[in-house]
Nanobody, 112 residues
Framework: QVQLVESGGGSVQAGGSLGLSCAAS??????MAWYRQTPGAQRELVAS???????YYADSVKGRFTISRDNAKRTVYLQMSSLKPEDTAVYYC????????WGQGTQVTVSS
């Protein structure tokens, strides 16, 4: 089973930036994604990146977030800028389609 470890969250003021990292225990050719979840809400896909580097972004983060991956390091990144209070959530990474066990996630808190 693949293990995923997210890191890099924290607290910032609106307009600030944060970078998240997700380390996987094995090499994956899957499309990888960042998801986020707030209490009482369903987990939503924020951005995804194929093995070749093609990206997709949810409308709510387009132009502000950048997803990337380093296949040699088995790591997926999410660079977040112009953060808004509504970006506050626990952020997780996982595959797209066939989900692995979820990691512990990393908390991102944006204050106004």
């Amino acid at each position: 089973q693949v293990q995923l470890v997210e890191s890099g969250g924290g607290s910032v003021q609106a307009g600030g930036s944060l970078g998240l990292s997700c380390a996987a225990s094995v090499i994956s050719f899957n499309t990888m994604a960042w998801y986020r979840q707030t209490p009482g809400a369903q987990r939503e896909l924020v951005a995804s990146v194929t093995y070749a580097g093609t990206t997709y972004y949810a409308d709510s983060v387009k132009g502000r977030f950048t997803i990337s991956r380093d296949n040699a390091k088995r790591t997926v990144y999410l660079q977040m800028s112009s953060l808004k209070p509504e970006d506050t959530a626990v952020y997780y990474c996982n595959s797209v389609g066939v989900l692995w066990d979820w990691g512990q996630g990393t908390q991102v808190t944006v204050s106004s």
